[in-house]
């Protein structure tokens, strides 16, 4: 008698963690976001947050933590838990391009994340100060080539997604101009629209309402085709070099050994979302475009960017540190 009590005993202590245990999600999500407020990053996060808040159950909440090009938040979420609480809302800088960028990186885009979801393209837009005297992408092109290293160019930072953009621009025109990065691209564009700096690629969502107000000048866009929410930009492909195409990405990941069920019922409600004929045209009308992809695919495209971008990044001879 005692001994089947003893193991009774030992059988309750053991169940007792599986049945204590709640079903993922039992309480508030932190969304992080590499970059201050007012990025495309920030954007499509908080939109990301308003829509899986109701799909989830609990709160999914915003934590803007920016700093060295998106690498001080993307680390913190490497570092976290594994647990299904804390998620990056990562991007071609963070996710591709810092492995380049910042030599002494300290997370791995594919050791210490595991990708949830991809969740859009967003072309840049490229913006001047409206006093400029060039006013289109072919006269900004012969002006720069007129004037090398006399144009300063504006970012959210050093592997931003601005920056990557411009990285691109300048290798496929041969053009020379000075970057200044600033922390986070709101006081990017307050610089830009004083005239202390003369243009920077910026994501539709954040930079067109600057133009349509006349502050800025909107000029072209990063795709290869146009935006057909924008479809009176011309692209750089088609005005001032053949075949450019360098559109900024946007996706969810989680730290490494997340559980596989957290992630695919993240990415069923994620990719439901984009679905969604409301949060599609949305996006789009912001210039952004969904993307839906599985969390298997979505690790192959970062993959395959972190080697173009490298190998960009290494020909243009630009490190952050």
Known sequence: MKRRHLLAAVAASLATPALAQSPWPSRPIRLVVPFPPGAANDTLGRAMADQLTPRLGQPVVVENRGGAG????????????????????????????????YPNLTYSPVRDFAPVAMIATTPNVLVVNPRRPYQDLPSLVAFAKANPGRLRYCTAGNGSAGHTVMLAFLHATGLDMEHVPYRGLGPALNDLVAGHVDLTWGGAPTVMPLARQ???????VSSAQRVPSLPELPTAAETVSPGFDAVPWYGIAAPAGTPAAVIARLNTEINASLNSPEVAARLRQDGAEPLPMTPEAFGQLIRSEMARWSELIRAAGVTAN
Do not use: C, F, Q
């Open 70 to 101: 998106g690498t001080i938040g993307s680390e913190a979420v490497a570092r976290s838990a594994p647990d299904g609480y804390t998620l990056l809302l990562g991007h071609v800088g963070t996710l591709a391009v810092n492995v380049a960028m």
């Open 214 to 220: 006349g502050l800025l000048k909107a000029l072209g």
